[in-house]
């Protein structure tokens, strides 16, 4: 006896039909929204951004942490290395600009409340590709192995093992809050209120994220929250656009309650030097060189092009130090 696949799925198809589905259950239409539900909308939305922003101080370092590399306590050229370095991977696989942020976040908000055996060298690294990982599981749908992870010029390798430890480090020092307020929190409501029309949005998003990254190595950004570099590299973004040129920090302080004009203003002119390295500019046009040889010549070009090669792969991998079980011991003390 042949069973039919539609006796088999019988019990769970749905009985009804598209009348059912979009009326309310009369057979009548569903009312449309009135004015007053929009406006509640909005006002629901002014209410949770202003949430954010009250909360906002809890995901950042103190104001102090500046004062650490002006005293050398931390080597702000090992941040900025260590940044750089974030960065190239968050390129190299396609990764969310949020992800690249998130780390940073992780890694200096760890550097706040806990001092590293060195403040250069392989510690920066291991926390580097711990907080890279973290984020990246927060954010990404794929994330590559530990391992894999470990590309673009990395000094040292670790052992999955020894960055899993430090990941729990990590998060024992953050309280295991990796959900943090960003300025990416408030790209899309700020250019919402700068283009009600929808028009350039995503374009403002897309630039101003593009400045946030290329300026997240300048430790001095730590001075301003989430939501001023928000409002102040949408405004920097909208410079370039000929509709909101004359869009300001006064029109910005307008835009959510919480914001303060100097402020804007301050981290403003800190991006805007930034904004203009990423403006398109005309590059030159670089041809392919072409080698010409002669016959007799072409076997020694060819050995002596395999013997540099060579040579150039074995002190690449004599430079690609490898350290397995490098660790510290942490106390009951410490944490």
């Given at each position: 006896?042949?069973?039919?696949?539609?006796?088999?799925?019988?019990?769970?198809l749905?009985?009804?039909?598209?009348?059912t589905?979009?009326?309310?259950?009369?057979?009548?239409?569903?009312?449309?929204?009135?004015?007053?539900?929009?406006?509640?909308?909005?006002?629901d939305?002014?209410?949770?951004?202003?949430g954010?922003i009250?909360?906002?101080?809890?995901?950042?370092?103190?104001?102090?942490?500046?004062?650490?590399?002006?005293?050398?306590?931390?080597s702000?050229?090992?941040?900025?290395?260590?940044?750089?370095?974030?960065?190239?991977?968050?390129?190299?696989?396609?990764?969310?600009?949020?992800t690249?942020?998130l780390?940073?976040?992780?890694?200096?908000?760890?550097?706040?409340?806990?001092?590293?055996?060195?403040?250069?060298?392989?510690?920066?690294?291991?926390?580097?590709?711990?907080?890279?990982?973290?984020a990246?599981?927060?954010?990404?749908?794929?994330?590559?192995?530990?391992l894999?992870?470990?590309?673009?010029?990395?000094?040292?390798?670790?052992?999955?093992?020894?960055?899993q430890?430090?990941?729990?480090?990590?998060?024992?020092?953050?309280?295991?809050r990796?959900?943090?307020?960003?300025?990416?929190?408030?790209?899309?409501?700020?250019?919402?209120?700068?283009?009600?029309?929808?028009t350039?949005?995503?374009?403002?998003?897309?630039?101003?994220?593009?400045?946030?990254?290329?300026?997240?190595?300048?430790?001095?950004?730590?001075?301003?929250?989430?939501?001023?570099?928000?409002?102040?590299?949408?405004?920097?973004?909208?410079?370039?656009?000929?509709?909101?040129?004359?869009?300001?920090?006064e029109?910005?302080e307008?835009?959510?309650?919480?914001?303060?004009?100097?402020?804007?203003?301050?981290?403003?002119?800190?991006?805007?030097?930034?904004?203009i390295a990423?403006?398109?500019r005309?590059?030159?046009?670089?041809?392919?060189?072409?080698?010409?040889?002669?016959?007799?010549?072409?076997?020694?070009?060819?050995a002596?092009?395999?013997?540099?090669?060579?040579?150039?792969?074995?002190?690449?991998?004599?430079?690609?130090?490898?350290?397995?079980?490098?660790?510290?011991?942490?106390?009951?003390?410490?944490?």
């Open positions: 006896m042949s069973v039919s696949y539609s006796d088999c799925f019988s019990d769970l749905c009985g009804e039909d598209s009348d589905v979009f009326s309310n259950g009369g057979g009548e239409d569903l009312p449309e929204c009135s004015s007053s539900d929009i406006e509640s909308q909005f006002a939305i002014d209410e949770s951004i202003a954010l009250e909360d906002e101080r809890n995901f950042v370092p103190g104001f102090d942490y500046i004062e650490k590399f002006q005293s050398q306590s931390l702000a050229a090992a941040r900025d290395e260590s940044v750089a370095w974030i960065l190239k991977v968050q390129r190299h696989y396609g990764f969310q600009p949020l690249a942020y780390a940073v976040n992780y890694f200096d908000r760890f550097l706040y409340s806990r001092s590293l055996p060195q403040t250069n060298g392989w510690p920066l690294q291991l926390l580097s590709v711990a907080c890279l990982s973290l990246a599981k927060m954010e990404e749908p794929l994330v590559p192995s530990l894999d992870l470990q590309v673009e010029g990395a000094k040292y390798i670790f052992e999955p093992k020894t960055i430890r430090m990941e729990f480090l990590v998060l024992r020092i953050l309280d295991w990796l959900r943090s307020i960003t300025p990416f929190n408030f790209l899309s409501f700020f250019a919402a209120k700068l283009d009600s029309l929808g350039f949005t995503a374009v403002l998003i897309s630039r101003a994220s593009q400045i946030i990254l290329s300026n997240i190595q300048e430790a001095s950004f730590h001075e301003y929250w989430p939501s001023c570099i928000a409002a102040a590299t949408i405004l920097c973004a909208a410079k370039d656009l000929p509709n909101f040129s004359l869009v300001n920090a029109h910005a307008s835009w959510c309650h919480g914001l303060r004009k100097d402020k804007i203003v301050g981290c403003y002119e800190l991006v805007q030097k930034y904004a990423l403006r398109p005309r590059f030159p046009r670089v041809y392919p060189q072409v080698r010409v040889m002669t016959r007799t010549s072409t076997t020694t070009t060819v002596s092009s395999d013997s540099s090669s060579s040579s150039s792969s074995s002190s690449t991998s004599y430079k690609r130090r490898k350290l397995n079980n490098s660790w510290w011991s942490v106390t009951d003390d410490d944490s």
